[in-house]
Nanobody, 127 residues
C-alpha cells in the first residue's frame, strides 16, 4: 500500500496550488482518502477528506471551507486537492492518507483512522 502526495511549492498569499495524491497497492475505489497537514510544532490536522465510491461526500476543515476543493478520479487512483486563496497559515507539509477505518460516507477528521501516509509535500505561502 502506497500513497504519494505531490504538487507543493512556494507561493504568495492569494495564489492557488493543486496537490495530487497517487495511490497504489490496494483497491482504491473502496477507501476514503484524507488530506492532512502538519505545520512545524503542531499536530497533524485534517484538511479535506473524500469518501469512497458510491455517493461521494466530502469533509472540509472550517479553516479551508470555501477555498479548498477535494476530488477523486478512481480511474487514475488519484485524489486532488485544489487550494485557492492561499494564506500564510496554510503553510505546512501536506499528506494524504488512506481511510482504513472509514466506513461508507462516515468521514472522520481523526488522523488515527488513516494510514499509509507517504512523504508529504511542502506548501509554503508567504505574505
Amino acid at each position: 500500500v502506497q500513497l504519494q502526495a505531490s504538487g507543493g511549492g512556494a507561493v504568495q498569499a492569494g495564489d492557488s496550488l493543486s496537490l495530487s495524491c497517487t495511490a497504489s497497492g490496494f483497491t482504491f475505489d473502496d477507501y476514503a482518502i484524507g488530506w492532512f497537514r502538519q505545520a512545524p510544532g503542531k499536530q497533524r490536522e485534517a484538511v479535506a477528506c473524500i469518501s469512497s465510491n458510491g455517493q461521494i461526500t466530502a469533509y472540509y476543515a472550517h479553516s479551508v471551507k470555501g477555498r479548498f476543493t477535494v476530488s477523486r478520479d478512481n480511474a487514475k487512483n488519484m485524489v486532488n486537492l485544489q487550494m485557492n486563496s492561499l494564506k500564510p497559515e496554510d503553510t505546512a507539509v501536506y499528506y494524504c492518507g488512506r481511510g482504513y477505518a472509514i466506513v461508507g460516507a462516515n468521514l472522520s477528521p481523526d488522523p488515527l483512522e488513516y494510514d499509509s501516509w507517504g512523504q508529504g509535500t511542502l506548501v509554503t505561502v508567504s505574505s
